[in-house]
């Protein structure tokens, strides 16, 4: 069955009717009905299938960003990249139930942690902006940088990690993704039952729009190319050499 995304399911077109028909057949018929726009709904909801995402890169014709690697002097300079919607859920079996009937896929460690009591969804809806930036941009010259480290300089630049269900949430509501880009989410890590702390990656490998963990002990080795979501910190940004983070396994 082709997709049939804002296709109206009609159920008065019933032909050739018996006279015994009216109450098991309005029966067998609603209930084929309420089946079908059940199907058609999901259908046109589904937006992170490998199609769907071929589909609105095509469209949109969108790529990674090749941009040049330029130092950033301060946040306050940086645009929005994106603006987002977050505490539009009561809880987290709603933002997992939104994620499944999007057909986004959740990797293992990333599926642990969101069911962790420590994840959190907001009970105010609130417009948050996001920006992107590589840990070249943070001023990083080495191949890879220190998580604990790419933080620190973030925050110095006056960036601010994000809430946890930034994660989800822009996932659910970032379906253009370009095919190859990994955005790594800058948040407090979140342990899973074995005690290791994840933090999550919003990524479109190819084969459809995911949801991914990843290692978010303050020692792990991030490439400088790598890009992270950020807010922008409301706080006082600390004195040069006092650049501090509080990081699981630091």
């Given at each position: 069955m082709g997709r049939t995304a804002g296709r109206k399911v009609s159920c008065h077109a019933i032909q050739g009717r018996s006279p015994g028909w009216h109450h098991?057949?309005?029966?067998?018929?609603?209930?084929?009905?309420?089946?079908?726009?059940?199907?058609?709904?999901?259908?046109a909801v589904a937006q992170c299938s490998a199609r769907d995402v071929l589909r609105n890169n095509l469209k949109l014709k969108q790529?990674?960003?090749?941009?040049?690697?330029?130092?950033?002097?301060?946040?306050?300079?940086?645009?929005?990249w994106k603006t987002i919607r977050t505490g539009?859920?009561?809880?987290?079996?709603?933002l997992s139930n939104a994620l499944d009937a999007a057909g986004c896929g959740i990797?293992?460690?990333?599926?642990?942690?969101?069911?962790?009591?420590?994840?959190?969804v907001s009970a105010t809806k609130t417009s948050v902006e996001l920006f992107t930036v590589s840990a070249a941009e943070l001023g990083f010259r080495t191949d890879t940088a220190l998580l604990a480290d790419i933080y620190a300089r973030a925050k110095r630049l006056g960036f601010g990690l994000a809430a946890a269900e930034v994660g989800p949430q822009l996932r659910l509501q970032y379906f253009d993704?370009?095919?190859g880009e990994f955005l790594?989410?800058?948040?407090?890590?979140?342990?899973?039952?074995?005690?290791a702390p994840v933090i999550l990656n919003v990524a479109n490998g190819g084969a459809g729009l995911i949801?991914?963990?990843?290692?978010?002990?303050?020692?792990?080795?991030?490439?400088a190319a790598s890009r992270f979501v950020f807010v922008r910190s409301h706080e006082t940004a600390p004195a040069e050499g006092q650049e501090a983070v509080t990081l699981v396994g630091r």
């Open positions: 098991g057949g309005m029966l067998i018929v609603a209930t084929l009905c309420i089946a079908c726009t059940l199907l058609f709904e999901s259908e790529a990674p960003s090749d941009r040049p690697q330029v130092p950033i002097k301060s946040a306050a300079d940086h645009p929005v539009t859920f009561a809880n987290f079996f709603a990797g293992n460690s990333a599926g642990e942690i969101l069911a962790r009591p420590t994840f959190t993704q370009p095919i790594i989410i800058g948040m407090e890590p979140i342990r899973t039952w074995q005690g949801l991914i963990g990843q290692d978010g002990s303050a020692d792990a080795q991030i490439p």
